[in-house]
Every structure is written in structure tokens, then in C-alpha cells.
């Protein structure tokens, strides 16, 4: 989750497919998003490193936010057990969902009541560069939302999926 977190915040105003052909990239500079590493950093040196690398998004405000994030997380799970744990909590209740998903609604969905309360609440612990968007965007990446319109073939495989997913606790 971590990682997802992280590639969102530097997905910010650039395509996915920049930080997908980057991702190897990423997770060598980054540890492998292991926040608990990444959290021991001296943030000074490593940011001046990370910005010299030519694989990764070289942007000062992403790469700070990177390293503060993961002092972040380490709180977050320290306080409700794990990420995942947190995280789902903010999974939408299905009567805030659309009734029914067509290309219309779906392009209304940049962000919601969910995302922008999950984005204040990551503001208020010290989270940077997460905001309502990135939040919904990261709904969307970890089956917390399911925003396959309708008559999609994918949509029904996916709603499964999250009807036999277990939420953490």
C-alpha cells in the first residue's frame, strides 16, 4: 500500500505510464517502498541523492514528501496495527456510490466525500502531496471503489473479488 501511496504522489500532473515505465526505478531507489527503512533515512543526503537519479521523478516536493510519508506510515501502523488497516477504513459505504456507473457518473468521481475526508485526515497526522484526487485515485488502485461502468466485462470480476476480500481490522 505503501508503494501505491507513494507512485500516486509522484504521479501528480505527470502520466501513469511515466511512473510505470519508472517502477522498477522506484522501488530500487526507494527500498523497495519499505517504509520502515525509509523512515531511518538522514533526509537531507538522501533527498540530494534521489534527485540525481535519472530513473525516477526528480521532484524535490515529491521526494520530501516521500521520505516524510514513511515516518508517517510508521505512526499509522503503530496506531491501527498495519496500513491496510487504516486505509479501508475509509472505504466508501455502497449507498455513496451511484446507483448506476456509466462513463457520466464515473467522470463526476475525481473525488469523493471518502477521499477528501481520508486526504484531511493524512493532512492532519503530517501526510504531504495526498490530496482528495490522489486519495480517490488510490480508492480506485486498491479495489476499495469499483469504478468499472457498467456493461464493463471486468466489472463483475471485480465486485466478486471484493465480496470475497476480507477488510482488515
Same mark, same amino acid.
Given at each position: 500500500m505503501f508503494e501505491k501511496l507513494?507512485?500516486? #504522489?509522484?504521479?501528480? #500532473?505527470?502520466?501513469?505510464?511515466?511512473?510505470?515505465?519508472? &517502477?522498477?526505478?522506484?522501488?530500487?531507489?526507494?527500498?523497495?517502498?519499505?517504509?520502515?527503512?525509509?523512515?531511518?533515512?538522514?533526509?537531507?543526503? &538522501?533527498?540530494?541523492?534521489?534527485?540525481?537519479?535519472? #530513473?525516477?521523478? &526528480? =521532484? &524535490?516536493?515529491?521526494?520530501?514528501a516521500t521520505l516524510n510519508n514513511a515516518r508517517r506510515a510508521t505512526e499509522l501502523a503503530d496506531e491501527f496495527g498495519s496500513l491496510a488497516a487504516y486505509f479501508w477504513r475509509w472505504e466508501p459505504e455502497p449507498a455513496t456510490r451511484p446507483a448506476r456507473l456509466d462513463?457520466?457518473?464515473?467522470?463526476?468521481?475525481? =473525488?469523493?466525500?471518502?477521499?477528501?475526508?481520508?486526504?484531511k485526515d493524512l493532512k492532519s497526522r503530517g501526510f504531504r502531496f495526498f490530496g482528495p484526487t490522489t486519495a480517490y485515485a488510490f480508492m480506485q488502485a486498491?479495489?476499495?471503489?469499483?469504478?468499472?461502468?457498467?456493461?464493463?466485462?471486468?466489472? #463483475?470480476?471485480?465486485e466478486a473479488a471484493r465480496a470475497r476480500f476480507r477488510r482488515p481490522s
Open positions: 507513494c507512485l500516486e #504522489g509522484f504521479q501528480s #500532473g505527470l502520466s501513469w505510464l511515466t511512473i510505470l515505465r519508472k &517502477r522498477d526505478n522506484f522501488r530500487r531507489a526507494f527500498a523497495n517502498f519499505d517504509y520502515e527503512a525509509i523512515a531511518r533515512w538522514r533526509v537531507n543526503s &538522501r533527498v540530494e541523492k534521489l534527485l540525481g537519479d535519472p #530513473g525516477i521523478v &526528480r =521532484h &524535490r516536493g515529491k521526494i520530501e462513463k457520466s457518473a464515473l467522470m463526476q468521481l475525481n =473525488h469523493t466525500p471518502a477521499s477528501t475526508a481520508m486526504a486498491m479495489g476499495m471503489v469499483n469504478d468499472h461502468v457498467e456493461g464493463c466485462s471486468t466489472r #463483475g470480476a471485480v
